[in-house]
């Protein structure tokens, strides 16, 4: 059992720790376990529904996501996920970052996705979704291996959305 959970900062774009690739977790501890919890709380608070431990400033390979209704929560946890399937039908969704506040842009993914991952307390699991589902679970595995959603778009579209990022970020430490 784990006790109450922690908000975490949220690392935002362009920390470096963003563009790592996060090291796989060894062994499930009760400290695995809480920083799931912790991240939940995380992406709750946000809100948002996915989040990936290098949001956190910390490299490893956790996952939490939670695109049910506000009515039903359907969380997951996942530890080293891994995707082991993606069709070849294709989808468009839009979507946006907790560490790219207020920008958003269409992302086409494969439609479908199975992924295997461990949960909280060790269980191998498998899980194939499809749309908005398919497309967290991608883009929070991209967050994994350094990947953001803006390295799928047009190259046009992301300098646009770096540079307001970095505008923003002017703005916000004062520095021109
Ligand atoms: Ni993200």
């Known amino acids: 059992m784990t006790s109450t959970?922690?908000?975490?900062?949220i690392v935002k774009m362009p920390d470096p720790v963003l563009r790592q690739i996060a090291q796989p977790v060894a062994e499930i501890t009760d400290g695995v376990r809480q920083l799931l919890d912790d991240m939940a709380a995380t992406m709750y608070y946000a809100p948002g529904i996915g989040l990936a431990a290098p949001?956190?400033?910390?490299?490893?390979r956790l996952v939490v996501i939670d695109c049910g209704s506000d009515?039903?929560?359907?969380?997951?946890k996942m530890v080293n996920p891994e995707i082991i399937s993606l069709s070849d039908e294709r989808a468009v969704l839009e979507e946006g970052c907790l560490s790219i506040p207020d920008q958003t842009a269409d992302v086409e993914r494969p439609a479908e996705v199975s992924v295997r991952y461990l949960d909280e307390n060790g269980a191998a699991q498998t899980m194939t979704a499809v749309g908005l589902l398919a497309a967290c679970i991608q883009?929070?595995?991209?967050?994994l291996n350094g990947v953001l959603f803006i390295d799928h778009i047009s190259r046009l579209k992301r300098d646009m959305i770096t540079r307001r990022v970095m505008?923003?970020?002017?703005?916000s430490t004062g520095v021109k």
């Open 167 to 171: 505008k923003e970020l002017r703005q």
């Open 139 to 143: 883009h929070e595995i991209d967050h």
């Open 71 to 76: 009515e039903t929560a359907e969380l997951y």
């Open 55 to 60: 949001q956190i400033n910390i490299s490893q």
């Open 5 to 9: 959970a922690n908000l975490i900062p």
